[in-house]
């Protein structure tokens, strides 16, 4: 087949309008020689889409999955949504640095940023990821999403509870309401953490189920992100944020705190980066 750029999915969508089967290329049901015929276009023989008989040659795998109705909805959601709440979690590690003690480093105009805004555009993400899911819901009711009924469950459950947290985090620990070291840690770390971990269940009942559609996601080893490294690093966050509560603010402990907590939510950014670009190539896939 021809095509301008290599550098896209040869499915993407779009694309195939511009293409047409170069060479001899048997129809997938009947056998019919499609060469010379527009990739979008359907067999003469039968009138099976020569698109599916494109992603069978190019990935033999696809084959035994079940066929998906609006595939790009389905693209365009999954990644719209991790992409959302990565954003979500990257402004609400930034509000952490904004009000991390002077024990850590961090540059000076990151002080003087306006925390509660940066929490409540953190709020805002994570809506956004909730009203993205909202077509994925709409499609697994009517059976087009075999299976990807307990994933999407999971995650909007985590991210409505996330959304709720970091209200809860404007509200009291931000607005000064809170003055019990351990209550602050209920709010900022805790709740934030278990509607994190709900998340990232969800994404691994969801992401890796949609995953199999993408060649480049089952043949990727190092580069696929496993969301049970994201579930550990969360746990090092509350053991971090416990040394931090238990400990005098000058001492080796809430040091060592601190370093854990930094490490953790660096991986965990980190890893959600990973992920996003994980779901693109899914999308591309679709």
């Known amino acids: 087949m021809t095509t301008e750029s290599q550098s896209q999915s040869p499915i993407a969508e779009g694309i195939l309008s511009e293409m047409a089967v170069a060479l001899s290329l048997p129809c997938s049901r009947c056998g019919y020689d499609l060469r010379g015929l527009v990739a979008d276009g359907d067999c003469p023989e039968c009138g099976e889409p020569i698109r599916l008989t494109i992603i069978e040659t190019i990935d033999p795998a696809s084959r035994r999955l079940t066929p998906m109705q609006n595939p790009k909805r389905v693209g365009n959601s999954v990644t719209g949504v991790v992409a959302s709440f990565f954003v979500s979690c990257l402004l609400a590690a930034l509000a952490i640095m904004a009000n991390a003690p002077d024990a850590l480093s961090v540059p000076a105009f990151v002080k003087t940023l306006p925390k509660q ?31 990807c009924r307990g994933g999407l469950s999971l995650t909007s459950m985590g991210i409505l509870l996330w959304s709720i947290s970091m209200v809860l985090v404007a509200l009291f620990v931000l607005g000064q309401n809170i003055q019990t070291p351990a209550i602050t840690m209920l709010f900022d770390t805790c709740l934030p953490v278990v509607s994190a971990g709900i998340v990232f269940s969800g994404f691994k009942k969801l992401v890796p189920r949609l995953g199999l559609r993408s060649r480049a996601f089952r043949q990727a080893q190092w580069s696929r992100q496993r969301m049970n490294d994201l579930l550990s690093a969360l746990v090092f966050v509350v053991i971090g944020r416990t040394f931090l509560v238990v400990s005098s603010a000058d001492s080796n402990m809430a040091v060592l705190g601190l370093i854990i907590m930094v490490m953790s939510v660096s991986l965990i950014m980190i890893g959600l980066a990973y992920l996003t670009r994980n779901t693109i190539w899914i999308r591309q896939a679709l």
């Open 117 to 147: 805004a940066i929490v409540l555009a953190s709020v805002g993400f994570g809506l956004l990821a909730l009203v993205l899911l909202l077509p994925m819901f709409v499609m697994c009711k009517r059976k087009e999403l075999v299976g």
